[in-house]
């Protein structure tokens, strides 16, 4: 039985897009960044997909745990680190690195006194303003974690990009010359870019890069679509026709009347809605794939589904099939048309859809 909304995954785009990272990037390693549920494409199966890094990236510790119980046996780096006692236990009992950015993990790790049982990213603010030590700190904080026993020797330095998504915002080269200059007195290895980082600014290549939404195919920057960067999609997102019916002008569609017919026409009914992880404020117009072809969204965006003007259509019919965002229709144009980033539309896939791997 096909289902009413699924996904299909092309887990070989995912190799792919690897390439292209290390095509930016040769000479320094990969840490794939799989949190938020491998961007809402599956932890697991991604992280299957990308075995041949050399870590993994999440954001929280049960995701680690996630992938060591699986039997991953790759490096994991916890990019939010540790908040309380409990949590430490479990980077040392699951072998996960530890990113350290406040006080409050200082005190926990000198509390600890076992001998060399966790690797540390020290994480530097230079300009983020979220997470990290600023610079003038960093020498009290190095030294502090260089005498915690439980640490093993060699800490690691890492920052975030603020702004690289805008090649034009000299707000990145700040940040990397900071970085550079507060590290350069320090072994260890370096981490800076991001996926813009990494397709954008090349001084931010260091020792490690973090690509995240390159890998899923996706643009990190706002005017370009993923296949402008050799990127391919690794989503595409699917339902169907459930209904066909001809409309007047005059008439309302959906919630509220909020779009009223100009001509008559022909409407479709598709079995997707916010419910799915459509998003709930695509605004008409919205392209829609049917039958291979684009079609506009009208109407406002319901739990369980979304109405389509089929004037170009019609022959359509129920059960002809319907692409939301795939290759030939990018995630990134439909998050434009409903005011977000494509970021929140792939981790926003809910548990009913069906997931398909290609």
């Keep these: 039985m096909i289902p009413a909304a699924y996904a299909i995954l092309d887990l070989d785009a995912v190799q792919h897009n690897l390439a292209v990272v290390r095509h930016y990037a040769p000479d320094a390693k990969v840490m794939a960044v799989i949190k938020a549920n491998g961007y809402g494409h599956g932890l697991l199966r991604i992280a299957e997909a ?3 890094v050399d870590a993994y990236a999440v954001a929280r510790v049960d995701e680690g745990i996630r992938l060591r119980n699986a039997g991953f046996a790759n490096r994991i780096v916890v990019l939010e680190g540790f908040t309380y006692a409990d949590e430490l236990d479990a980077f040392m009992n699951y072998q996960l690195d530890t990113v350290v950015h406040s006080s409050v993990q200082l005190e926990l790790l000198d509390k600890r006194h076992e001998n060399n049982q ?23 904080v190095y030294q502090r974690l ?5 640490i093993k020797p060699s800490i690691h330095l890492m920052t975030h990009l603020a702004s690289a998504d805008d090649k034009n915002d000299a707000m990145t080269l700040r940040q990397i010359r900071l970085f ?6 320090y072994p260890g290895q370096r981490s800076i ?7 954008g600014w090349p001084a931010a290549l260091a020792e490690w890069v973090r690509p995240g939404v390159m890998l899923y195919g996706i643009s990190p920057f706002p005017e370009l679509v993923g296949s402008q960067l050799d990127l391919k999609p690794v989503m595409s997102l699917h339902s169907r026709l459930i209904a066909v019916k001809p409309i007047e002008k005059g008439d309302t569609v959906g919630y509220g009347g909020s779009w009223r017919c100009e001509k008559s026409t022909l409407l479709g009914v598709v079995a997707i809605g916010y419910g799915d ?3 709930r404020y695509a605004s008409p117009g919205t392209p829609v794939f049917v039958n291979g072809k684009r079609v506009p969204l009208i109407g406002r965006v ?14 359509a019919k ?13 995630v990134e144009e439909i998050a434009h048309c409903a005011g977000t980033i494509p970021y929140t539309l792939v981790c926003g896939i809910t548990q009913r859809v069906q997931i398909v791997c290609d």
Excluded at 146 to 150: L, Y
Aim: aromatic share 6%.
């Design 146 to 150: 260089s005498a915690c026993s439980v």
């Design 318 to 330: 129920p059960g002809d099939p319907v692409i939301l965002w795939g290759e030939h229709l990018p």
């Design 193 to 199: 870019a991001n996926s813009a980082g990494i397709l």
């Design 277 to 279: 992880g459509y998003p």
């Design 180 to 185: 550079d200059e507060a590290v350069a007195k």
């Design 50 to 52: 990308l075995q041949g």
């Design 302 to 315: 319901s739990m369980d589904m979304i109405t389509v003007d089929l004037e170009t259509q019609p022959l």
């Design 118 to 140: 966790i690797t540390v990213w020290l994480k530097l603010d230079t300009g983020m303003n979220r997470l990290g030590f600023k610079v003038r700190e960093l020498d009290s």
